[in-house]
């Protein structure tokens, strides 16, 4: 009964030091990685100014703080008065926090050891915690349900493989334990509900909300700022490469290639999913011989056949500039990423193979008429002009999209009622 408790224990304890190295290493580029190091341990954390008891909200990294925009700024206008305390497990995620939320006190995540998940719950006295998506980190809530901290799941999700892989490595003693604390599982399906219950949720905690990415929160002048850029861009068919990874930029410049040699004024807005990547990005324009501008240092493109974004947080501003756009991290096996903020913008949504992530919002896109896949009769580049040469069908999708979005909003209302009584309860 205990196995998988005592293998989770010595598995964490021996990866540690790989994953201090990591962030090491990582640091090299990224600065951010090695700063904050006193709170992967639960120490050194921002002190309030009130004794009152914070909300903490736990999201993995910048693409969850996202998705929950919404919900952040919902949580503080339902409850101005009470404190949030907000974490992430990457600097980039911790970063996106502090600008959606300036009030709130942010900090790194511990890493899951039992000593620093106590020292951290111990320290900062929650009222509650809500985790966000995917987040099964099992010595953190263990701690919280020790310390009758009440938690609960939101827009939660798990992919399918997940829950074999969970139970071999965390064992039912550990989930049990774990889980013990967990008042309510908001989750995004039907069939996150099943998979959350096949490890050990109860049925009657379980409910099915939705994913929170449809309630976009998205800023009333988008649409005026997204207009004034397209048309300092100029009159030219722009496509967009969102969130891509290695390995994808030389399959999306070669898309490019192809598609400006039936529209030659053709400009790409590309966007890797990690800014710091900007120097391995650019080697590959060079490389191709492709001329680019990054929006660092130029506010438009100007006459540049790529516009490279290297800054963090404006992704939706070229979705709704865009005339169709290419969602990365589906092209080489990551999974994908949120396909739903191009649709709810009106943009036609291009997807390589690997969905894993999003399975079931791209199936119900494409379903819609809002989605192309790339496979191998038809390539990133055939997807590309299949839209740009039919203007009727690129606002079909579009519309198309826009529609999905709307129809299946509600879930931060759903979830800020499993919310309310932890927030309104005694501190």
């Known amino acids: 009964m205990r196995a998988g408790l005592m293998r989770y224990r010595l598995l964490i304890y021996l990866l540690t030091p790989l994953a201090l190295a990591f962030m090491w290493w990582r640091g090299r580029k990224e600065p951010a990685w090695r700063e904050g190091w006193a709170q992967r341990w639960g120490r050194n954390l921002p002190q309030a100014d009130a004794q009152q008891a914070p909300l903490w909200i736990h999201a993995a990294s910048v693409g969850e703080v996202n998705s929950a925009a919404s919900l952040l700024a919902e949580v503080q206008q339902r409850w101005p008065h009470c404190p949030l305390y907000l974490t992430a497990f990457t600097p980039t995620g911790v970063a996106r926090l502090r600008t959606l939320v300036p009030a709130a006190r942010v900090s790194l995540l511990p890493l899951d050891l039992p000593g620093a998940m106590a020292r951290f719950v111990n320290t900062l006295k929650p009222r509650a915690l809500v985790v966000l998506e995917t987040e099964c980190w099992p010595h953190m809530l263990e701690a919280c349900a020790r310390r009758n901290v009440p938690v609960i799941w939101l827009s939660g999700r798990l992919r399918a493989s997940s829950v074999s892989g969970m139970h071999k490595l965390f064992g039912q003693t550990l989930l049990h334990r774990a889980f013990a604390g967990i008042q309510a599982w908001g989750v995004q399906s039907a069939d996150d509900a099943e998979r959350f219950k096949a490890l050990g949720a109860p049925d009657e905690r379980v409910q099915v909300t939705g994913s ?45 290639q192809a598609v400006r040699a039936v529209y030659p004024d053709a400009l790409l807005v590309l966007a890797p999913r990690h800014p710091r990547r900007r120097a391995e990005v650019e080697a590959v324009l060079q490389g191709a011989g492709q001329d680019w501008r990054l929006r660092s240092e130029s506010a438009t493109p100007e006459a540049a056949s790529v516009y490279l974004v290297d800054t963090l947080g404006e992704l939706m501003l070229f979705y709704a500039a865009c005339d169709v756009a290419f969602v990365g991290g589906s092209l080489v096996p990551v999974g994908g990423h949120n396909l739903l903020e191009p649709a709810a913008l009106g943009a036609p949504v291009i997807t390589g193979a690997y969905v894993d992530s999003c399975a079931d919002v791209a199936a119900a896109l494409e379903q819609e008429g809002a989605l192309l896949r790339v496979n191998a009769e038809q390539t990133l580049a055939a997807r590309v002009l299949q839209c740009l040469d039919d203007e009727p069908a690129l606002q079909r999708m579009g519309h198309a999209g826009q529609a999905f979005a709307r129809r299946n909003r509600g879930a931060l209302a759903r979830s800020l009622e499993l919310l309310a009584p932890l927030v309104d309860g005694p501190s």
Not at 243 to 256: C, D, F, K, R, Y
């Open 212 to 256: 929170l990415k449809f309630d976009l929160n998205i800023a009333s002048d988008l649409t005026e700022r997204a207009r004034q850029w397209r048309d300092c861009a100029g009159e030219r068919p722009l496509w967009l490469a969102a969130s891509t990874h290695a390995g994808e930029e030389e399959l999306v410049v070669e898309a490019h």
